[in-house]
């Protein structure tokens, strides 16, 4: 991808799709090195935003994605307030404004299972790296988006925080319950500031983390994919996508929204053969 983000058709990927819809924009991303998070960085870059990847992975994997997508790697940890205030201040500086920020980072580790099974540690880590750092980067990017009057923020919460699961992660489940949570009451709170707050919610993406799951524990994973009407988990583009959609002014009027990108299982109580 070119740097100037002016991929020409004959070379552009989503069906050789390009709007500029973003044009202008700059956009910061959390989890921003792999899955999801590279795939949404490529999607906006093509779209015409300048891109910050943050994550907390070694400095030539951060500079790697970075370079791909014409943009700026800031390392950052996500459960530290001091890295989000500089990965904040860092784009304002480089770029002069933060007009979305998709906050995404987040962990499902395996000592997180049912209540039972899970000890007080492996519960406070998944909350502060999945719910802790949503508040630290809403708190913090907030205050550039009122002072531009603008923003987009989109927080990833899950399907989890709208369905309950016999094959519990029930940190994960509890943190993502919060940040849906949150993102309704910011996008309320900052609607006439300018602001737009959703939480993106996917269902099972074929990420390395579903892949490890297939190689692990293949009955578990299938027990997943039964559910889901469309039959196959999502691709890391089809969240990029809708990511781009709630970054751009075709959702100028969707605001404290739980945006389902599911295939269907939040709506199915029996699925097809």
Known sequence: MSENNTTGAAEAPYGGLVTNRLAGRVATITGGASGIGLATA?????????VVIADICDEETGQRAA??????????????????????????????????????????????ASILDTGIDAWRKVQEVNLTSVYYCCK??????????????????????V????????????????????????????????????????????????????????????????H?????????????AAVAFLASDDSSFITANQFLVDGGIAGAYVTPL
């Open 42 to 50: 490529r999607r906006l870059a093509h779209e015409g935003a300048s």
């Open 228 to 240: 889901v009407p469309l039959g196959r988990f999502a691709e890391p583009d089809e969240l990029a």
């Open 140 to 161: 913090h990017v907030i205050p550039y988006m009122k002072e531009q009057g603008r923003g987009s923020i989109i927080n990833t919460a899950s399907f989890v925080a």
């Open 163 to 226: 369905m309950g699961a016999a094959t519990s992660q029930i940190s994960y489940s509890a943190s993502k319950g919060g940040v849906l949570s949150m993102s309704r009451e910011l996008g309320v709170e900052f609607a006439r500031e300018g602001i737009r707050v959703n939480a993106l919610c996917p269902g099972p993406v074929n990420t390395p983390l579903l892949k490890e799951l297939f190689a692990k524990d293949p009955e578990r994973a299938a027990r997943r994919l039964v």
């Open 67 to 112: 370079a791909e997508v014409g943009g700026l790697f800031v390392r950052t940890d996500v459960t530290s307030e001091d890295d989000v205030v500089n990965l904040f201040a860092s784009t304002k500086e480089k770029y002069g404004s933060v007009d979305i920020a998709f906050n995404n980072a987040g962990i499902s580790p395996a000592d997180d």
